[in-house]
Nanobody
C-alpha cells in the first residue's frame, strides 16, 4: 500500500514556474514507477509525465515536453514536477500516481493516486 500526498500547487501568471512535490509513504517507494497526470474541468484525466523506478527513464506528453521536468529522490520518497513557461492551458488539478514496475500513459493502469493539487495559470 502506498499513500501519496501532493503539494506545491497555486496561482501563477503565464510564463511563470511552479514545482510540485509528491511525498509517498512506505518503504518500497523505489520499486514503483511514478507519474503525474492532470484533469481540467470537463475533461478526462491526462498523462503529463512519468519516471521509472530507478529514475533513469523519463517520459513526457508532447504538450509539456521541454517545459516540464519530472524527477525523484528515492531517499526522500518524493517525486517532483518542475513546471516552467506555464500556459493558461496548463490549468488543472495535478495528480501524483504510483504504478508497479513500469510506467504507462494510461491513467487506468496506475495503482495508487494522491488527492490532487490545483494549478491555475492566469493569462
Amino acid at each position: 500500500q502506498v499513500q501519496l500526498v501532493e503539494s506545491g500547487g497555486g496561482l501563477v501568471q503565464a510564463g511563470g514556474s511552479l514545482r510540485l512535490s509528491c511525498a509517498a509513504s512506505g518503504r518500497t517507494f523505489s520499486t514503483y514507477a511514478m507519474g503525474w497526470f492532470r484533469q481540467a474541468p470537463g475533461k478526462e484525466r491526462e498523462f503529463v509525465a512519468a519516471i521509472s523506478s530507478s529514475g533513469f527513464r523519463t517520459y513526457y506528453a508532447d504538450s509539456v515536453k521541454g517545459r516540464f521536468t519530472i524527477s525523484r529522490d528515492n531517499a526522500k520518497n518524493t517525486v517532483y514536477l518542475q513546471m516552467n513557461s506555464l500556459k493558461p492551458e496548463d490549468t488543472a488539478v495535478y495528480y501524483c500516481a504510483a504504478r508497479y514496475y513500469s510506467t504507462s500513459n494510461n491513467p487506468r493502469e496506475w495503482n495508487y493516486w494522491g488527492q490532487g493539487t490545483q494549478v491555475t495559470v492566469s493569462s
